[in-house]
């Protein structure tokens, strides 16, 4: 796969991700596509995936990242950026829970669908609103 396609595979996980489209995030992952995110916690295969998203967009309803570079190597793209969102609290998202963070993402593309994303940021901001401790 050139460079040029498994960067354009990389954008299209990161629009489907901002647009909230968990079936569309599923298209583009492979069956057994590994999850890791910035506590090191890690889940592997689409549906549990699927249902991760669906959770985490639940808990994040205005959830969005902004790629502001990227970097190549084979089939391994770099994504540095940030990421923000309002905590839903008691069913509410009040302004005093938004949070915004420096982040950076890892995606390994196999013919044409992310096989692992991981994700790298210091996501103490949610977590202290939330009220959860890391592990």
Not at 45 to 51: F, K, M, P, Q, T
Not at 62 to 91: I, K, M, Q
Not at 115 to 122: I, K, L, P, Y
Request: with cysteine; hydrophobic share 45%.
């Amino acid at each position: 796969m050139a460079a040029s396609e498994v960067h354009a595979v990389v954008r299209r996980f990161l629009d489907r991700i901002n647009a909230h489209d968990v079936d569309g995030i599923c298209r583009l992952v492979t069956v057994d596509h590994l999850f890791v995110d910035a506590l090191a916690q890690s889940v592997r295969g689409r549906e549990r995936l699927r249902a991760g998203w669906k959770a985490y967009f639940d808990l994040f309803p205005d959830y969005r990242v902004t790629a502001d570079r990227f970097t190549e190597r084979g089939n391994v793209v770099g994504v540095f950026g940030s990421a923000e969102a309002t905590c839903r609290v008691n069913s509410r998202l009040l302004p005093r829970n938004h949070w915004k963070i420096p982040a950076a993402w890892q995606a390994v593309v196999r013919r044409g669908r992310i096989a692992e994303w991981r994700v790298f940021c210091d996501n103490q901001p949610a977590r202290r609103i939330l009220g959860w401790e890391p592990p």
